[in-house]
């Protein structure tokens, strides 16, 4: 299976403080996903990226969060203004192809707003 | 609403035994439905992807099955391991979207 690399493993900040969070491509998966599963609930679907552009995003995924990769590295998750409800594992994961292909899990950053 | 509905919620079985989990889901337009193991603290791993033509699919001691028309899904595990001890997620994907529907996942604990 795939690695999936995801940095850092766990971000402590104050509130109304920005953080980003990045993974690591692989360089033949076309297709980046970001995923956060508040502790004890069901993960939730944030953002689709293919192509460098957004492809669909969630109602979670508000004015406050925005990926990119730019240049082809990092893949990368930003929220600029955090509140406590942002504390969650953030996932990222990468598909070589789109729907029907098995979606490979990072090991999640764990992020922990005070 | 698209929703994707597990049960039990928790499980606990004997080392050896045999179990199987159940899914239900109203997602629609309908593409695919994965099931996944995730340890705690970690990233989902992906047991079986099915799409609408398949009954059934096995990945070693891990058989899943769908039933489109039902739209019921469950996943047999055979002769459970100490390793088996995670939550398990069933997850069903839109068609034509890359979206993912998450259930809430049954713990599954394997007693020795």
């Known amino acids: 299976e795939p690695e999936v690399t995801q940095t850092p493993s766990h971000q402590v900040t104050q509130m109304g403080q920005e953080v980003i969070l990045r993974c690591v491509p692989i360089s033949n998966h076309l297709y980046f996903y970001w995923y956060r599963q508040i502790l004890g609930q069901k993960v939730e679907f944030l953002v689709s990226f293919y192509n460098n552009e957004i492809s669909e995003k969630s109602e979670i995924f508000d004015d406050q969060f925005s990926v990119e990769r730019p240049d082809g590295s990092n893949f990368t998750l930003k929220i600029r203004s955090t509140k406590l409800e942002d504390s969650a594992m953030y996932f990222c994961?990468?598909?070589?192809?789109?729907?029907?292909?098995?979606?490979?899990f990072g090991p999640g950053t764990r992020l922990t707003v005070l | 609403k698209n929703q994707v509905e597990q049960s039990p919620q928790s499980l606990i079985i004997l080392e050896g035994k045999n179990c199987t989990l159940q899914?239900?889901?109203?997602?629609?337009?309908?593409?695919?439905l994965r099931w996944y193991k995730q340890d705690t603290g970690r990233g989902p791993v992906s047991l079986t992807i099915m799409t609408f033509s398949e009954n059934t699919k096995s990945n070693g001691r891990y058989t899943a099955t769908l039933d489109a028309d039902t739209k019921q899904s469950s996943l047999h595990i055979t002769a459970s391991q100490l390793s088996d001890s995670a939550s398990y997620i069933c997850?069903?994907?839109?068609?034509?979207?890359?979206?993912?529907?998450f259930g809430t996942g049954t713990r599954l604990l394997v007693s020795p």
């Open positions: 994961a990468r598909a070589l192809t789109g729907d029907t292909d098995t979606q490979y």
């Open positions: 997850v069903v994907s839109n068609t034509g979207f890359q979206k993912l529907v």
């Open positions: 899914c239900n889901y109203t997602v629609s337009p309908f593409s695919n």
